[in-house]
């Protein structure tokens, strides 16, 4: 039987994310741009990586400083949470939008906002795509404090619970 998430993880290259889940940078691009709060640092303009969950692994609550947009590639659809400026949840669900009516094929998220993401069946895998603008930089990944997290938006603390670090945010 073929075990599609691990020929995924083989061919692509793919390594176990600090969030959850398997990933691998595709594109860093040449052109450099400034921050406005840091003008003395330049970053790539856009990054993209390849993003798999699988094996009922979540991408655990965290934010950076730039727009994400992730896209979807192949299996079945991911609930994408995003709590907003105001304390509101939004949930998106990324998939084949040809299959699932209430999917799309990309869904942004907002630099600077809290969101996590997981399976809508646990038992099943997604491959998405994830680009970055200005680019990411591990130095602007944020990885909750799930309890901190909790304290500030209360009436979200099932789900935060259910997708916080699998270990201590360091």
Same mark, same amino acid.
């Given at each position: 039987? !073929?075990?599609?998430?691990?020929?995924?993880?083989?061919?692509?290259? #793919?390594?176990?994310?600090?969030?959850?889940?398997?990933?691998?940078? &595709? @594109?860093?691009?040449?052109?450099?741009?400034? !921050?406005?709060?840091?003008?003395?640092?330049? !970053?790539?303009? %856009? $990054?993209?990586?390849?993003?798999?969950?699988?094996?009922?692994? /979540?991408?655990?609550?965290?934010?950076?400083?730039?727009?994400?947009?992730?896209?979807? /590639?192949?299996?079945?659809?991911?609930? +994408?949470?995003? +709590?907003?400026?105001?304390?509101?949840?939004?949930? /998106?669900?990324?998939?084949?939008? #040809? +299959?699932?009516?209430?999917?799309?094929?990309?869904?942004?998220?907002?630099?600077?906002?809290?969101?996590?993401?997981?399976?809508?069946?646990?038992? $099943?895998?997604?491959?998405?795509?994830? $680009?970055?603008?200005?680019?990411?930089?591990? %130095?602007?990944?944020?990885?909750?404090?799930?309890?901190?997290? &909790?304290?500030? @938006?209360?009436?979200?603390?099932?789900?935060?619970?259910?997708?916080?670090? !699998? %270990?201590?945010? %360091?």
């Amino acid at each position: 039987m !073929r075990d599609i998430p691990l020929e995924l993880i083989g061919r692509l290259g #793919l390594q176990p994310h600090p969030e959850g889940g398997f990933f691998r940078e &595709t @594109y860093r691009g040449a052109q450099r741009v400034l !921050r406005e709060d840091r003008p003395e640092e330049s !970053r790539s303009a %856009s $990054t993209a990586i390849y993003y798999l969950l699988c094996d009922g692994a /979540h991408s655990a609550w965290h934010r950076i400083r730039s727009d994400e947009l992730w896209h979807f /590639h192949a299996g079945e659809p991911i609930k +994408i949470h995003v +709590i907003d400026a105001d304390g509101q949840l939004h949930t /998106h669900r990324l998939g084949n939008a #040809l +299959i699932h009516a209430d999917a799309v094929f990309q869904v942004t998220v907002p630099a600077g906002l809290w969101f996590a993401a997981q399976l809508c069946d646990p038992s $099943t895998f997604a491959l998405a795509g994830c $680009t970055v603008a200005p680019g990411f930089e591990f %130095s602007e990944f944020e990885l909750a404090d799930s309890a901190a997290l &909790t304290q500030a @938006y209360p009436q979200h603390e099932e789900i935060i619970g259910q997708l916080a670090p !699998r %270990s201590k945010p %360091s």
